[in-house]
């Protein structure tokens, strides 16, 4: 588990494909102390498994639905990920509680400059829509984020990044057309879900509403 506070943006050094998985190794710096094999950590906000520890570089093992539903399938060596190491007992829950199960991938659409700050939109699927409300959360390449607009008919959401986001994480860097993984609430989709499926069954509606 995860809380969706980027600790740092670390550098791809290698990617190789072995045996139908692909391998990314990862330098992690100071943030590879105490890391052991077989630890999740959450790269651009997709939970994967060190698989090796040589020094400070770290190597994950992607399997091929990882790389069609994030854009880890799209890095080269050189490019740079958000990294957060798994959530401990104890430590300071600043942001939510996300699991590293990435929904798949949204587009930017939109980047409005507000001052310091900057309001970047998002285009998604219509079947996420649902999913997304205003003041909710939503993790954007595994930056916590809380959705301050929504727009229904356009089938997108927008977040507003304050300094310490755009340059702590990669998102300050984003641009028009790139291609960012999201995460969805689960709780928020099981409610949905749950709701849905009462009012489009009589029988289960009547049993839940007493009407049976």
């Known amino acids: ?19 139908g998985v692909r391998s990314l190794t990862v330098d992690l710096g100071p943030l590879v102390e105490g890391l052991e094999l077989g630890a999740s950590v959450a790269n651009n906000g997709a939970c994967l498994t060190a698989s090796s520890i040589d020094g400070d570089h ?13 854009n880890l399938g799209g890095l080269v060596a050189g490019d740079t990920v958000n990294i957060e190491r798994s959530l401990r007992f104890g430590d300071e829950l600043g942001g939510h509680i996300v699991s590293g199960h990435v929904s798949g991938m949204a587009t930017v659409d939109e980047i409005v400059e507000e001052g310091a700050n900057r ?16 003041k909710g959360w939503v993790a954007v390449d595994g930056v916590s984020l809380t959705i301050s607009r929504i727009d229904r008919e356009g089938n997108r959401f927008a977040a507003s990044l304050i300094p310490e986001t755009l340059q702590r994480t990669s998102l300050g860097s984003v641009r028009v057309g790139g ?3 999201i995460e969805l609430d689960s709780q928020t989709q099981t409610i949905v ?6 009012l489009r069954d009589p029988v289960l509606r009547a049993q839940i509403l007493g009407d049976a």
């Open 119 to 134: 309001t970047l939109w998002f285009a998604v699927d219509a079947a996420r829509m649902p999913y997304l409300l205003w």
């Open 179 to 181: 291609r960012v993984n």
């Open 1 to 19: 588990m995860f809380t969706g506070i980027v600790q740092a943006q670390c550098r791809v050094v290698e990617i190789s494909d072995e045996a």
């Open 58 to 70: 770290v190597t994950f093992d992607v399997i091929a639905e990882t790389l069609e539903l994030t």
């Open 193 to 198: 879900a749950t709701v849905h499926d009462v």
